[in-house]
């Protein structure tokens, strides 16, 4: 029910079919189910991210926003919020089994799944108006590497960008 701008819509698409395709895991076969069904993008996307729904691979979604709303609506330091999340032994939307980030390498602040950098790329290619919402929230996963540099930003913490910037 929200109206989007045509790059807005460009972005989520992009962000979307880069989230339901990564190697056919139970998302992915989910959209290709729907979709073998002819059901529309929009229903396919929605069953691949219920399926990811569980505690186990993208599972952490919900979490991860709680997390970085918290931290939009609250923490001018993500330095020290991410401290305080890092004592309380919960952190979601960081590390990857597959995609391992080098404790040594920060040519990227986002850590090495490749998919990260596209969703935000997106993001700021369809909504820049919410630019400092983006850029405080790479500010948060460069807080994160610094405390803990071998967790790189995942998937859950990409979607949760989006969903922050799609209000």
Known sequence: GKPLTPPQVAAVKKVALAHVSHGLNSGELTARLAGSVRTSFPRALIASFNIRS???????????????GEYLDGSENPD?????????????????????????????????????????????????????????????????????????ANTDFGASVLFHVLD
Do not use: W
């Open 80 to 152: 020290d919020y991410v401290a305080h999340l890092l004592k309380s032994g919960k952190i979601y939307g960081f590390g990857h089994r597959i995609h391992k980030t080098d404790v040594n390498d920060f040519s990227d602040v986002l850590g090495k799944d490749p998919r990260v950098s596209l969703y935000i790329e997106a993001c700021r290619e369809g909504f820049p108006e919410k630019s400092i919402i983006i850029d405080r929230l790479v500010a948060y996963a460069a807080a994160v590497r610094r405390a803990h540099p071998n967790l790189g």
């Open 54 to 68: 569980g505690t186990l691979h993208s599972g952490a979604v919900k979490e991860c926003m709680r997390q970085t």
